[in-house]
Nanobody, 126 residues
Framework: QKQLAESGGGLVQPGGSLRISCGAS????????IGWFRQAPGKEREEVSC???????KYADSVKGRFSISRDVAKSMVYLQMNSLKSEDTAVYYC????????????????????WGQGTQVTVSS
């Protein structure tokens, strides 16, 4: 059974760091793209970062240079290291999976992500 489970969220001060994790049980990470999304109160869900099945990565402009996505294929884990956190990074963070058997395919659009976790709250506040 395929399941995604986020962990590691919490309260952090502005300028601080946090690493959140996505346990991708039942997924072969070399066949799925894993994306990190976030949704703040009153705002639409937005993609933060994605690691494609072939290992290529992308970031939203708002987090470039501050966030880093990585994965451990053997452990079926995907991580999002968040540094230099700002109050505007406060949101519920979700990981999601999209089938990507062909490494040549582009990064999936949000609508292509079939599987979603329950989310983990990240609050950046002093």
């Amino acid at each position: 059974q395929k399941q995604l489970a986020e962990s590691g969220g919490g309260l952090v001060q502005p300028g601080g760091s946090l690493r959140i994790s996505c346990g991708a049980s039942g997924f072969d990470l070399e066949s799925y793209a894993i994306g990190w999304f976030r949704q703040a109160p009153g705002k639409e869900r937005e993609e933060v970062s994605c690691i494609n099945s072939g290992g290529t990565v992308k970031y939203a402009d708002s987090v470039k240079g501050r966030f880093s996505i990585s994965r451990d294929v053997a452990k079926s884990m995907v991580y999002l290291q968040m540094n230099s956190l700002k109050s505007e990074d406060t949101a519920v963070y979700y990981c999601a999976a999209a089938l990507r058997l062909d490494y040549g395919l582009p990064f999936p659009a949000q609508v292509e992500f079939e599987y979603w976790g329950q989310g983990t709250q990240v609050t950046v506040s002093s």
